[in-house]
């Protein structure tokens, strides 16, 4: 038998290892146990396990370090459940097992990361006596750590006597790995500290971990730590390191790496290009690219994927064509299983959904994610075939998921499809995953659809509910007119001590706002000092805007002239303000000085100024800022030429206000034609009234006032046939004038009938 271990420790062919497999047996050694171990080796190396498995079943006894071999070769073939499966046989045929057999059986937990196993197995060393074993420690150190246990990996970890690179390097990957990155760190230091020496591995996990953490200064230090000690620099560090600079924006160092490395692996171009990507450097990437391609490079579906994202945030869909069909071409991914997101994203984003839903299609992808890309661009793009799309995945046997339904919830509340909401409603109770994202877009969409009550109802039927839920039916009773309950809601809130954040500050003073909630509304400014939301650009604005709205000007300007940035809505609402209580003057001086600060004034600025020269009665003024409209880029649109038809019918200027309405680029809607008819009661021109009434009542109008300042204008005429006739209408209609309601705010609270 010794004449034939020789030829195992050899480099042996498929061929050559079967006939020396058939010499053995022709010569009766086929029963030795090192020839059986040999050849269960050699086999497995090969990768023929099934004749690894005939030689160990042929042979009678075998000792548990041959089923330690046979378990091994399963290991290396990736059978990790086979593995176990042989290593739990073995324990019904021994009571002691050899300390060969745990470290394969521990790689195979590893493998499926199955830790209860682990766990198991790790009883049964101890049971065994060999936990103080170093190969067996730090193969326990390797299964907790690829399981997620870090709490035992630790625990092993901190037992060892001897604690070498590899120990090192074993503990601080399984942190990084998991999520752990700033214990990596720490023990990267605990471990220099105690004078070993890194090595590119080690550096490798330490660099990661610095690039999650965006540690800028500490993966500087690493990298400066790499060069001084002439650390071996491979591909994956040299990749790692420009993946750090990239998340911690530092673009220059990571080009200095870049340009040093002598080969360039697809590893390294990638990470190149993946960092150009995080820098917002997307046409450099289309270069890096182009020279990667003249370089030979081997780009892989990640260097792809990088590629498109690229294309779709510079809007290059000619050129996202062009890599579409390199990949074709190169049958890099044949089916688009890994490419299947970005390509959708490509053509979504472009605005071609047939290109991206058919892409869909023709790879049968399955996964959630490329749906839910396609379904949320169409509803960005304003597009209902997010329903058709929706429609199309449930066929398809897609079971959507939170993302996907709180999608199409909100595509339901923005094109107003209650019903389909409702669809929508009761696939959620059906299937039994109300999960709060999906909750809180049912409020958001019932709210929409102006079904506040039944936004209500999903709000009461909730758990503890976030501050977004909250958040959610707050701004929904506001935006429905329900301001005192947006402010009730808010109360709550703050008398259960519950979480509070801008928007619902935002909510509550818009409420105020609203209703004219002086008091209140001065309340919630006190308490927003106490908080770190004070100096909040936004929040400052919706309290001027409340201030003004509720007449006090002081305060208004005060907050104003504190804010350190001023956004064009800043300076659109104190103008809006002074106009709306008749410091017209103060207005035009402060649209004067917003223009003067470089503020590029907008469509609301423009109303809020028409508006203040309107009831102020200054006509010539408000028509020069009219026609200054098109200087700055925003366009006039119906509700300015209703405001300017007004201004002109306030001020006797008739004809021009009924030219306007002719000329417009608009349909004249009641507002206008109302407008121009409260002139001619002013000023008494009968001659006009009678074209007046005939475009008005032509008008589908729902609103009693038209009809009532119709017929009072008729009555102060003495015209009491048509008075009458308008009158009749309105009753046939079904039209009633609604009753008048006060409410009076007493410190913070507000009564009322």
Known sequence: MTLYMPFFNRTLSSRTLTQLHAHLIVNGHQKSQPAATKLIESYANMGHVESARIVFQNFKNPDSFMWGVLIKCHVWSGLFREAILLYNEMLGNFTQVSSFVFPSTLRACSGIGD???GEMVHGRIVKCGLQFDLVIQTSLLSMYGETGCLRYARSVFEDLSVRDLVLWSSIISSHVQNGEESEGVDLFREMVGEGVEPDSVVMLSVAEACAELGLWREGKSVHGYVVRNAILSDGALDSSLITMYGKCGDLHSAEGIFNNVVHLSTATWTSMITCYNQCGCYREVIDIFSKMLLSNGEPNAVTMMGVLRSCVRLGWLKEGRSVHGFVIRKIMDPEYNSLVPSLVDLYATSGNTRCAHKILFVSRERHIVSWNLLISRCIEEGSKEALTIFRKMQSYNISPDSFTLATMLSACGKFGLLLYGRQIHGHVIRTSCPSEFVLNSLIDMYAKCGFVDSAYLVFKNRGQGSVVTWNSMICGFCHNGFSAKAISLFDQMYSKSLEMDAVTFLSVIQACSNLGYLEKGKWIHHK??????????????????MYAKCG?????RGIFDTMSERTVVSWSAMIGGYGSHGQIDLAISLFNRMVESEVKPNEVTFMNILSACSHAGYVEVGKSYFNLMKDFGAEPQLEHYACLIDLLSRGGNL?????????????????NWGALLNGCRIHRRVDMIQKIQEKLLGLDMDDTGYYTLLSNVFAEGGDWGEFSMVRSLMNGLGLKKCLGMSKVEIDTGVHGN
């Open 115 to 117: 830790l209860g196993v």
């Open 528 to 545: 927003l000092i106490t908080t770190c939301l004070q100096d909040d650009t936004y929040i400052n604005t919706a309290l001027l805007d």
């Open 552 to 556: 006090d000007l002081y305060m208004a």
């Open 655 to 671: 004809d021009e206000a009924y030219m306007i309405i002719d000329t417009m680029p608009f349909q004249a809607d009641a507002s």
